[in-house]
């Protein structure tokens, strides 16, 4: 098994709760800015992104890390991965 597809199957379990904070946040702040705006939904996919990589990956699963260690992935490679992915997709919708 390829690294990056690792990696996509890693970050699958984080794209739902993430999206669906962010979706949330992006839609309460529409009373704040009298309009839908993606930028604190950019900001809270960045920022709640470790907080679910922590609750997820190693207090509610943290033998799944054993997974990954046999393809190949360290825990610190995956943190570093999933953060990256999070941040380039944050600035995405902070941009838009």
């Known amino acids: 098994m390829r690294p990056l597809f690792s990696v996509f199957i890693f970050y699958k379990k984080l794209l ?16 704040a800015a009298g309009f839908f705006t993606l ?5 809270t996919y960045i920022l ?7 609750f997820i990956y190693d207090i509610r699963n943290p033998n799944e890390y ?5 393809l190949g992935l ?4 995956l943190w570093i991965s999933a953060l990256s992915i999070s941040v380039i997709i944050g600035f995405i919708l ?3």
């Open 48 to 54: 709640f992104t470790p907080l679910f990589l922590y």
């Open 66 to 70: 054993y997974f990954y260690y046999n």
């Open 74 to 77: 360290s825990r610190l490679s």
């Open 16 to 31: 739902v709760p993430l999206i669906t904070l962010s979706a949330l946040v992006g839609i309460f702040s529409i009373s």
């Open 39 to 43: 930028k604190g939904a950019g900001i």
């Open 94 to 96: 902070i941009i838009i």
